[in-house]
C-alpha cells in the first residue's frame, strides 16, 4: 500500500514505519527545548535517519497542555533556518507538525513533504494547500472522545476529502492520543485501534512522552517513559498501527521491530 507525500510515494503494511521528532521549541513538555536552535535541530534529524527513522516531522509549536499559541508568522520564523539547513542532509520525507494553511505552504515550498494537522479540522484553505501540492496530509482527531466518535470523525473527514476532490492517497489518520482525551479514553484507543482503523489509510500513532503514559507507569519524567513507551507501541503494533511518531529513535525502535516480529508469527 502507498501514501502519496509529494514526490515520496511511502510504502506502509509491510513494516512499522517510524517518525522521529524534531521539536523546535522553547518550551517542549517532552525535550524542554534541547532542538529549538536549528544547528541542533538539524543535527538531531541526521541523527534519527542514521538510527532507522522513516519520516521526520518538525514542530515548532508546543501542543502541551497550557500552552500558549504561537503566531503562524513566528511559527514560520522558527521553522525556515531549520529547513533551509536540513535542504540536502537527509533522504527521508520531512513532515512539519502545524495547523496554520500560511504555515504550510511556506514549509511545502521550502521541500516539506507531509503536513501533520493536529487541529481536528477539514478546512477548505488547508485542504487547497494539500490538494495543489500533492502532499501527504495527517489528519487527527482533536477533542473529547473514544472509539466510535474517532471512527464517525475519520469517516466524516474522508467525505470531505472527496468533497474537495483530494486523493485519497495522500491521506493518513491519526487518533489524537492526549488531545482532549481523558486518560482512560487515551488507553481505549491504544487497546482497541480495530474497532476504528479505516481500511486502505494508513494510521499514525503518537504516544511518545505523554501524560498517558505517565499514567499507565507512573513516571514523572518524560523523557524516562521509554519503557512504557514501548509496551503501548507492541500493543498498537498488535492493533494494527502503520506508523508511530516517537523521539527516542535509537531503543524504541527495538521495541517495535520485536512486536513486529512477533505479530508476523502469528497463527
Not at 483530494?166 to 492520543?177: L, T
Amino acid at each position: 500500500m502507498i501514501w502519496n507525500c509529494g514526490k515520496y510515494k511511502i510504502e506502509y503494511g509491510k513494516k512499522i514505519l517510524i517518525m522521529g521528532i524534531v521539536n523546535v521549541t522553547p518550551d517542549s513538555f517532552s525535550d524542554g527545548g534541547d532542538n529549538f536552535d536549528a544547528k541542533n535541530a538539524v543535527k538531531t534529524a541526521v541523527l534519527m535517519e542514521k538510527q532507522g527513522a522513516d519520516i521526520i516531522d518538525i514542530g515548532a509549536q508546543s501542543t502541551r497542555p497550557g500552552h500558549i499559541p504561537v503566531s503562524a508568522e513566528e511559527e514560520w520564523a522558527r521553522l525556515k533556518p531549520v529547513l533551509t539547513a536540513l535542504n540536502g542532509k537527509i533522504s527521508i520525507p520531512v513532515s512539519v507538525d502545524t495547523y496554520y494553511p500560511y504555515v504550510a505552504e511556506k514549509a511545502l515550498e521550502n521541500g516539506v513533504n507531509i503536513i501533520n494537522d493536529v487541529s481536528g479540522v477539514i478546512s477548505p484553505e488547508m485542504s487547497e494547500i494539500v490538494k495543489k501540492s500533492g502532499a501527504g496530509w495527517i489528519i487527527m482527531h482533536n477533542g473529547d472522545g473514544g472509539a466510535e466518535e474517532v471512527r464517525k470523525f475519520f469517516d466524516f473527514s474522508l467525505n470531505e476529502i472527496k468533497k474537495q476532490k483530494i486523493n485519497e492517497k495522500q491521506i493518513c489518520f491519526d487518533m489524537g492520543i492526549g488531545f482532549g482525551k481523558t486518560r482512560k479514553q487515551d488507553m481505549q484507543l491504544i487497546s482497541n485501534i480495530s474497532l476504528y482503523k479505516k481500511a486502505g489509510f494508513p494510521l499514525l500513532l503518537g504516544t511518545s512522552r505523554k501524560r498517558v503514559i505517565k499514567e499507565g507507569t507512573g513516571q514523572e519524567n518524560p523523557k524516562m517513559r521509554i519503557y512504557g513507551n514501548i509496551a503501548a507501541d507492541t500493543v498498537a503494533v498488535f492493533g494494527g498501527t502503520d506508523i508511530i511518531r516517537l523521539h527516542d529513535v535509537e531503543n524504541e525502535i527495538q521495541g517495535i521491530r520485536m512486536a513486529e516480529a512477533l505479530k508476523n508469527e502469528r497463527v
